[in-house]
């Protein structure tokens, strides 16, 4: 599906990859960009898809950030393989300022934001852009923007505020402008947004709304949280896909569920490298198996009621190439669940399959609405159905009033089902997070974490560039 549209996107990115792989301190932002190129439509919409592949990331990078999302937490580990270098630090509670993971973020999240920048100066007297036009790609603009300085916030804290091309080593905003610039932002960009994109991978007023949703509920404004997710209900464009088992099969992407997606496609830095990360030894397939084994705990798949249709979408017994029967539920390094919920692509080539990355489904407004209700103090009889919805996609019976009696039990209820719902998705750090739970849980499973890797440290690479930047607390 948006096979063609794909394409094109991943052509116009190749052309750029040349003009934005600099560092972003490294060079004036915007620099590279002449103001003659800057007043055609060619020049717009080459800045645009720039700016939507830093943040919209595929290849390896899209893995990568799930990988450090979920890796410090109890639905993701890694045994030997090729990217046990990398993972073992954030398992171990041990990472450093110079994980090659943490620049990178940095460092694309801010690439985007000098291209949102660069258009948001030049959108409003652009000689070739009509007024529905610039009122769309301000939108689109301000989105990206304050997704990237969202998810700057959730990994770093403070940061640089960056909304100016000659504002170069910064030192962090406070808390208050960063929250402010994040929420004027979305907000923003949700009032000059349709309820449909231009072209497929593009903002929405629902993903605005949507994002926004998020962000409130892991800043713990929960009446706000409320207020975002009832919005995007209001909208009446999304819904739950009826098959958990099939939501994310190729032929379904698109489909009415995903309010925000990655486009991946099956070809060299733009696909999805999931499904051959997560490969067992001999798996019968000729898709690359790069042997990285990225897989399940088996404690976190026992978590799952035995009926849960979501277990569909694990692997944890296989016929290898030898003909032996394989079982991944022993818990004995390789032989852990392996997640195949992005599924393995016909056309994939090598590592690179088309399947989209979900960043923001409806299944997560759900929750939202029926988390931030209760925190908010509101009714459980009222946020119970939200919660339900999505329990019961699962093909699992409704929770009943006495299984959600008071605040705590409703949380843990719904934590666990955000647990099950996205796993292998990158929420799960951020959910603990939000209820105190990040640093018990490592504790729970072995570790010794420490309070301060509750956020991430600022690259070094960018400690060294920008004399202004103060690291944050332990690093």
Not at 8 to 19: E, H, I, M, P, R
Not at 49 to 67: E, H, K, M, P
Request: glycine share 6%; charged share 20%.
């Amino acid at each position: 599906m948006n096979t063609l549209y794909k394409i094109s996107l991943a052509f116009l990115f190749s052309c750029l990859l040349s003009s934005c792989a600099e560092q972003f301190l490294d060079v004036e932002p915007g620099s590279q960009y002449s103001s003659e190129f800057l007043e055609t439509k060619e020049g717009v919409e080459a800045i645009t898809n720039s700016a939507y592949q830093n943040i919209l990331l595929t290849g390896d990078a899209g893995v990568n950030r799930i990988y450090v999302e979920e890796s410090c937490t109890d639905v993701l580990v890694n045994f030997r393989g090729l990217l046990n270098g990398n993972l073992q630090p954030f398992m171990d509670f041990t990472w450093s300022a110079s994980q090659i993971y943490l620049q990178d973020f940095w460092r694309s999240n801010y690439r985007a934001i000098r291209d949102a920048n660069l258009l948001l100066e030049a959108i409003p007297n652009h000689p070739q852009l009509d007024e529905a036009t610039k009122t769309q790609l301000s939108g689109e603009m301000h989105f990206i923007r304050g997704f990237a300085y969202a998810y700057l916030y959730g990994w770093f804290g403070s940061v640089p505020l960056v909304n100016q091309q000659d504002d170069l080593f910064l030192p962090r905003a406070s808390e208050a402008d960063i929250r402010t610039q994040i929420e004027s932002d979305l907000t923003t960009a949700a009032e000059n947004l349709g309820t449909s994109a231009p072209l497929y991978g593009r903002a929405t007023k629902g993903a605005a709304l949507g994002l926004l949703a998020q962000y409130y509920l892991q800043t713990r404004q929960w009446e706000k949280a409320s207020d975002a997710a009832q919005q995007v209900i209001d909208l009446q464009q999304y819904e739950l896909w009826p098959d958990v088992r099939s939501l994310f099969a190729l032929a379904n992407e698109g489909n009415k569920e995903m309010i925000y997606a990655a486009p991946a496609l099956a070809l060299s830095g733009y696909g999805n490298v999931w499904i051959a990360n997560a490969l067992p030894p001999g798996y019968p397939t000729d898709v690359m198996n790069t042997a990285t084994q990225v897989c399940l705990p088996v404690a976190f798949y026992n978590s799952f009621a035995t009926d849960d249709q979501r277990k569909a979408l694990i692997l944890t017994q296989y016929t290898n190439n030898k003909g032996a029967v394989i079982d991944l539920t022993t818990g004995v390094e390789y032989q852990n669940p392996r997640s195949f919920k992005y599924p393995l692509d016909p056309a994939q080539i090598e590592r690179h399959g088309g399947m989209d990355f979900p960043i923001l489904r409806y299944a997560e407004i759900l929750l939202i609405k029926a988390e931030a209700d209760v925190m908010a103090g509101r009714s459980i009889a009222d946020a119970l159905p939200y919660l339900n919805q999505v329990h019961t996609r699962a093909g699992l019976a409704p929770y009943t009033s006495s299984a959600a009696s008071d605040q705590a039990r409703f949380i843990a209820l719904v934590l666990d089902e955000r647990k099950w719902e996205f796993f292998s998705e990158g929420r799960r750090r951020q959910d603990l997070l939000r209820h105190d739970q990040f640093l018990q849980n490592a504790t729970d499973r072995g570790k010794s974490p420490q309070a301060f890797r509750q956020l991430f440290p600022i690259p070094q690479s960018e400690m060294d560039a920008n004399p202004q930047l103060v690291q944050n607390e332990g690093y």
